[in-house]
């Protein structure tokens, strides 16, 4: 049996958010033989290490993946094209498009034989009537049937969990699906259109802080609830659930569920100034309220993710506000190792 940190790794967009921390977390972990994959530019990669092999390929071509994947052990597919609201409702067919990056990742997984495959779903793939009021009951994993997951984005998740299902029954690749219930945390995306909330949030507050100008747009009423995990749940949580027998799609988000206003509230005790809120209620909000069941995770691994917003929070606030000082500019900007 080969030991398995020389196993080959291959992190599928390595170049974004939770890839370059995935990156960094299985180096940590001590494996040798990691590469890392994605379409962007190197020079455009959140973090990018020299200790890793490091490819710029356009996953949603099968050629490429076979080419990517030539003598993979383990798969992490990471790589779609998303963002958050305002992405994912204007972009509904780019986001549908991600089908082609897992389709052909699981075939070129096929091809080499890979033995184990994790693919990185949504909280997006849920009932969207089961997600009407803020007090919303926390979404456990049958939930997302009968389907009526979010437009574009969410079903283009959902397909591919049943991509995974039948790749695993009919072909015996070992692939484990992980629903992540939105991830935050230091080397992401915080300005240009796909931010998340969380980095949105801590952008317009580090702004309002660096001018002067006390005030912030928030979309929607404020009162829209979520759960948001930190970066370093997400990876314990999405490395063990590969390396489980675990074959059914799973939740992995925090449950500690807030509104935007008392994310705001946080993240201004963090930047230690009070800012006044302008509410605009045209723009893209998503699902009124949602928040992840962790009875089964806690089941199976004995675990749940467990760091505190606050805590989280306090890190993200830290990178973004040192981004903007360092560049002057409240645009994402690359960090290189
Ligand atoms: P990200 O946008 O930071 O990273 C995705 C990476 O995929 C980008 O670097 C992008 O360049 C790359 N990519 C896109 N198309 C590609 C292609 N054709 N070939 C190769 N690379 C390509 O996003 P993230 O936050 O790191 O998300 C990672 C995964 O987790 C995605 O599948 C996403 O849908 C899923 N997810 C994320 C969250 C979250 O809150 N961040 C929540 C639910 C699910």
Redesign the pocket.
């Known amino acids: 049996m080969k030991d398995e940190k020389t196993n080959m790794i291959v992190v599928?967009?390595?170049?974004?958010?939770?890839?370059?921390?995935l990156v960094q977390h299985l180096l940590q972990k001590g494996y040798t033989r990691i590469r890392a994959?994605?379409?962007?530019p190197q020079t455009?990669?959140?973090q990018r290490s020299p200790k890793v092999e490091n490819l710029t390929?356009?996953?949603?071509?099968l050629p490429?993946c076979v080419m990517a994947l030539q003598g993979a052990d383990e798969v992490y597919?990471?790589?779609?094209?998303?963002?958050?609201m305002g992405f994912i409702e204007n972009n509904k067919a780019l986001c549908m498009?991600?089908v082609?990056?897992n389709t052909h990742l699981l075939m070129a997984a096929k091809e080499v034989g890979a033995q184990r495959f994790f693919?990185?779903?949504?909280?997006?793939v849920y009932a969207a009537g089961k997600q009407t009021v803020a007090n919303v009951t926390a979404l456990k994993e049958e939930d997302a049937y009968p389907a009526e997951p979010e437009d574009g984005?969410g079903w283009e998740?959902l397909f591919s969990e049943r991509m995974c299902r039948h790749f695993r029954e009919d072909f015996g690749i070992a692939a484990r699906v992980a629903?992540?219930?939105?991830?935050?945390g230091p080397h992401?995306?915080y300005a240009g259109g796909?931010e998340?909330a969380p980095a949105a949030i801590c952008r317009k507050i580090a702004e309002a802080k660096m001018t002067g100008k006390h005030e912030i747009e928030i979309w929607g009423d404020g009162e829209q609830t979520r759960s948001?995990?930190y970066i370093d749940d997400?990876l314990k949580g999405t490395f063990d659930i590969l390396h489980s027998e675990w074959v059914e799609p799973i939740n992995l988000g925090s449950h500690e569920m807030v509104s935007i206003n008392q994310l705001v509230d946080i993240v201004e005790e963090i930047a230690g100034i009070k800012v006044k809120r302008n509410y605009n209620l045209s723009a893209p909000k998503g699902v009124r309220g949602r928040n992840s069941d962790n009875e089964l995770i806690k089941k199976v691994f004995n675990w749940e993710p467990s760091i505190r917003l606050k805590d989280g929070l306090a890190k993200t606030y830290a990178w973004i506000e040192a981004e903007m000082k360092a560049t002057g500019s409240t645009k994402s900007v690359v960090n290189l190792y």
């Open positions: 599928a967009g390595a170049g974004g958010f939770i890839g370059g921390h994959v994605d379409k962007k455009q990669w959140y390929l356009d996953l949603s071509l490429n597919n990471l790589a779609a094209d998303m963002g958050g498009l991600s082609l990056i693919f990185a779903s949504s909280a997006c984005y998740k629903r992540y219930h939105n991830v935050y992401g995306t796909r998340k948001f995990m997400c």
